[in-house]
């Protein structure tokens, strides 16, 4: 099935660092979200965003929605040890369903 | 406010067999989809439904079928189990079928041997 891309696959990072990590996309999509998935539970919802440009914050989280519509950021600053997780993003067109990105696995060092 | 819940939480199950999970929405969502998350992969949509008839499917064959029920609660089946079906098994429930916004259960993990 279609997966988006992101990048980097994984990241290795010290307590206290910033963290940037991107998805992109060949098709436009018409909202863009973001997700955190914690080891044998289901992925919670971080941030969604709805238009071209859009930057939106959420706590240490911040996401934007770029302007070609094909890709989107997210970037946590001053990470802690519970940021540890994988970090998905998901696009939606104009059907009902929400295309995933392959995943970020990020770890966080004291 | 009750979130997405589903179960069972583990099945192992022998190819070739039949499956049911279920899945309850959180409360005050109509809106139920199911994806399927393999190892090391994101989520893949299966299909979604609202008010109890299927509103958009993925790329899955005929033996995935579901149901929701006039709760809002939902039900997935896959008969005719594959080796390949062995993965986990999400829930997510929206407020509307308009809104992106999808609040995923904890998943069901299945394995199929």
């Known amino acids: 099935g279609q997966q988006l891309n992101q990048s980097p696959q994984s990241m290795f990072i010290q307590e206290g660092e910033d963290v940037s990590m991107n998805c992109t996309s060949s098709?436009?999509?018409?909202?863009w979200l973001w997700y955190k998935q914690d080891p044998g539970e289901g992925p919670v919802l971080l941030i969604a965003?709805?238009?071209?440009?859009e930057l939106t914050s959420n706590g240490r989280l911040t996401a934007q929605f770029g302007i070609t519509r094909k890709d989107s950021f997210l970037n946590i600053s001053a990470s802690i040890p519970s940021d540890v997780g994988i970090y998905f993003c998901?696009?939606?067109?104009?059907?009902?369903?929400?295309?995933f990105g392959t995943g970020t696995r990020l770890q966080v060092f004291p | 406010e009750t979130g997405v819940t589903q179960s069972p939480t583990h099945l192992i199950k022998t190819r070739g067999q039949q499956v049911t999970l279920r899945c309850s929405s959180q409360s005050g969502h109509n809106t139920v989809s199911w994806y399927q998350q393999a190892l090391g992969q994101g989520p893949q949509f299966i299909f979604q439904?609202?008010?109890?008839?299927?509103?958009g499917r993925g790329n899955f064959p005929p033996r995935f079928s579901g149901l929701q029920f006039p709760n809002y609660s939902s039900e997935l089946n896959v008969n005719a189990l594959e080796l390949d079906d062995s993965a986990l098994y999400l829930c997510?429930?929206?407020?509307?079928?308009?809104?992106?916004?999808?609040?995923f259960g904890p998943g069901t993990r299945l394995t199929v041997t």
């Open positions: 997510a429930s929206s407020l509307e079928v308009s809104s992106y916004e999808q609040y």
């Open positions: 965003l709805y238009k071209a440009g």
């Open positions: 998901a696009g939606a067109d104009n059907t009902d369903k929400l295309i």
């Open positions: 098709s436009i999509f018409n909202t």
């Open positions: 439904y609202y008010r109890e008839e299927e509103n």
